[in-house]
C-alpha cells in the first residue's frame, strides 16, 4: 500500500487534463466539501486540545505534577504535529485514512490529513488567545463560585475576537492544504491549477482564474473574519 501511495506522490495522480468551466466548478465543489468538513472538525478538536493546554498550565491554576505532565505532553505533541511537513503526513498516516475513509485518494483520503496537519495549528492558536485573558477574570469567576465549565466558558467569550482571527488564520492555511492534497486526486482548485500548468504558453486563462479565485476566496474570509472579530472584540 505505501509503495503504490509513493508512486502516485512521485508519479502524480493521473486524471483528465481536461480544462473548462464544469472542470472548473467540479474543482470549486470539491474545495468547499473539504473545507465544509474538515474546517468545524479542526475548531471543535483545536479548542479543546486549545483548552486543556490552558486549564493544565500556570495561567489557569497552581500546577500539580500530573497536570504539569498532562500540559507538556501536549505541548510537545502539538510542535511536533505542526512541524511535519504536509506532504510528508499525507503518507504517513495512509493506513489510518485508509481504516477510517476506506480510501486515501479523492477528497474523502485528504480529511484526515487535513483534520490532523490543521487541528495542531488552531490549538496553539487557542492557548495563545486564553492566555491573554486578564488573570483577575478567572479569579473573580472562581472567587464567585463558578464551575471549571463555567469559568471556561468565561475565558472562551472573552477571547472571542482572536479565537475569530485564529478561525480566518486557520481556513487560509487550510487552503493551501488543500491545493497540495491535488497530488493524491483530492480534487479541488489546487488539482485544477495543477492540470492548468500544463497547457502554460498556450492556454494560460484557466490557471490564472483558479489563482484568482483562491485569492477572491481567502480575500472575502478575511473581511469577513476581520469584521466579526471586531463586533466580539471585548476591549
Known sequence: MLLNASAILTNGFHESEDLGWDKFLVSIGDTFIMLGISLPLIILLGLIIGMIMYVTSSY????????K????VLMVVVSMLRSIP?????????????????TFLGWEGAIPALV????????QIVFNSVTQVSPDIVETAKAMGASPLRIVWIVIHEALSPLIR?????????IGLIAITGVVGAGGIGQYCQNATKTLGEDDDWLWLGVATILVIILVVQVVGEIFARKLDHH
Open 69 to 72: 505532565a498532562i500540559n507538556q
Open 166 to 174: 485564529g478561525i480566518t488564520i486557520t481556513f487560509i492555511s487550510l
Open 60 to 67: 489557569y491554576q497552581k500546577q500539580s505534577k500530573i497536570t
Open 116 to 123: 490532523i496537519s490543521a487541528t495542531p495549528f488552531y490549538a
Open 86 to 102: 504536509f506532504i510528508i503526513l499525507i503518507l504517513a498516516i495512509i493506513p489510518i485514512t485508509m481504516a477510517l475513509m476506506g
